[in-house]
């Protein structure tokens, strides 16, 4: 009885206790992250913006994906069009604000800045190519050749610079990111390599290969009836929407390493937490993004 009479005296304590400490973790956070040099500027408006409309979007399509046919999943719908420019306007001034922030607070460290701007460039490509995808009239825009290579071609430029940056690099991102209060293991290099380097370095290869195909040996309009053929080859419909809502994961991939990185350098986060952050969000974007290749490409030189 005595016990039990402590026990439930207790209890209450550990109530305060847990809630003192969730208090305590949340100023903690706050003071990291909201400081004097980086206050609640627009970079922090942007991601508010750019967070929930992907939300909306990915959501969107994971639901049509999954739980809808594939004639349902295949009509992009109409009411996401002004969500889909809310994420594209976040999404540039998100990027734009990363380039002050990069030169800003990593200025002594030249290849981490190359790495975060290389990160920024590739979110920023996805969100352009999934405007120029999609089936709304903003995307009409690109159907001048003139236009659409010219932003394929800066889009281009700026990816191959900073992420060819990162793979010189390489040796030094990875002993960049080392946990020197962790004791050294073998094979720590190669995993490094694949948790900090390859999610930057994997969409190259697709980015310079997109712009090739889409703007210099053929144009939007030949892409999306490509689209469209391919759907009738495969007899279940939806390569366009595919295309477009994978764009906005290979974003969010691009996005969400940056800001798990961050959070390991403001000491919110372990490095194990930061991996595993970085694993979750560019896992299903490689996924996605091999599947929507290897269709597109089986039916890129059949005749029709």
């Known amino acids: 009885l005595i016990s039990n009479d402590m026990a439930i005296e207790a209890s209450p304590q550990s109530d305060e206790v847990v809630f003192e400490k969730t208090v305590k973790t949340i100023d903690i956070w706050k003071r990291r992250l ?17 967070t929930i409309s992907s939300a909306i979007l990915l959501g969107t399509g994971l639901e049509r994906l999954f739980f809808m046919s594939p004639q349902e999943f295949a009509v992009v719908p109409a009411f996401l069009e002004p969500t889909m420019l809310v994420f594209t306007v976040s999404n540039i001034i998100m990027c734009a604000a990363s380039v002050r922030m990069a030169y800003v607070f990593r200025r002594g460290d030249m290849t981490a800045r190359n ?10 490509f996805s969100g352009f190519f999934m405007v120029w995808i999609s089936p709304f009239v903003e995307g009409d825009i690109f159907n001048n050749l003139f ?20 793979i010189v690099s390489t040796e030094k991102v990875v002993e960049g990111r080392r946990d ?22 994997w969409g190259l290869p697709l980015i310079i290969s997109t712009a ?11 892409f999306l009836d490509q689209c469209q053929f391919i759907d009738q080859q495969t007899g279940t419909p939806g390569m366009q929407a595919h295309i477009f809502y994978q764009q906005l994961s290979t974003s969010l991939g691009a996005s969400y390493a940056s800001l798990f990185v961050t959070l390991r350098d403001k000491k919110l986060v372990s490095k194990m937490q930061e991996l ?27 005749s029709h």
């Open 147 to 166: 236009i659409s290579r010219a932003c394929f071609a800066v889009m281009v430029a700026l990816n191959t610079f900073f992420i060819a940056d990162t």
């Open 180 to 201: 020197r209060k962790a004791d050294d293991y073998k094979g720590r290099v190669l995993m490094d390599t694949l948790g900090y380097v390859f999610p930057v370095v």
């Open 115 to 124: 790495a975060f701007l290389g990160t920024g460039v590739s979110s920023l």
């Open 276 to 302: 595993v952050g970085i694993t979750v969000f560019a896992t299903p974007a490689l996924v996605w993004s091999i599947y929507t290749t290897v269709i597109f490409t089986r039916y890129l030189f059949v």
């Open 212 to 222: 090739v195909i889409a703007s210099v040996l053929h144009d939007r309009p030949w």
């Open 34 to 50: 909201i400081t004097r040099e980086d206050p609640l500027s627009l970079h922090k408006l942007g991601c508010l913006g750019y």
